[in-house]
């Protein structure tokens, strides 16, 4: 597997045998189109929400070159077979592959053009509160949370890091929904 998996564990203990899963999911999809950037997959356990009958959710995120994003959510529904977390698991990722077909297919019909994600370097930084601004190359000031982050170590940002991003708008401006940092070092 050569994609940048991250799992987050919400109201769940982390499972190597569900961890496993997940990869095996990965390559399939890499199997479709080698060149996803980065795989962020969200699964949240029945934990307190018993009144929705101890089901799974999982969302899953990838990162395509040139700041292409897919995302699938498979919140509980009324389909009991959610209880199973490699049943709710499979059904993420079969709608992932669908997705990523539909990309791969779109992507064949598309003349080829250059295209360079948005750069720019960290401007601003809230350590404490987990977000900060980039400027953009063009001067716009663009926010963004650790959680855009595809190396997942916001603590070794600095102002100054030379970083590339994707850009949504947001409810108070334009932000960075993921966010490629460059020369990153331990602090």
Not at 94 to 120: I, N, W
Not at 162 to 177: I, L, N, R, Y
């Amino acid at each position: 597997m050569q994609t940048d998996l991250q799992i987050v564990w919400e109201e769940l203990e982390p499972s190597d045998f569900v961890k496993a899963r997940i990869e095996r999911e990965v390559s399939h999809l890499e199997k479709i189109f080698d060149r996803i950037t980065s795989c962020k997959v969200f699964i949240q356990g029945p934990g307190h929400r018993h009144h929705q009958g101890g089901l799974y959710a999982v969302r899953v995120r990838l990162v395509l070159p040139h700041g292409k994003e897919l995302v699938v959510a498979r919140n509980p529904t009324a389909d009991q077979s959610h209880q199973d977390a490699y049943v709710a698991i499979r059904d993420a990722f079969e709608a992932m592959r669908r997705q990523l077909k539909e990309y791969v297919d779109l992507r064949r019909d598309e003349p080829k053009q250059q295209f360079t994600q948005p750069h720019g370097v960290i401007d601003r930084l809230f350590e404490d509160k987990g977000y900060g601004f980039i400027r953009a190359d063009d001067g716009r000031e663009i926010y963004f949370h650790r959680n855009a982050l595809i190396s997942d170590d916001f603590a070794a940002l600095r102002v100054g890091t030379e970083v590339d991003f994707s850009e949504e708008a947001g409810e108070q401006g334009p932000q960075a929904s993921t966010v490629r940092a460059y020369g990153l070092s331990k602090r």
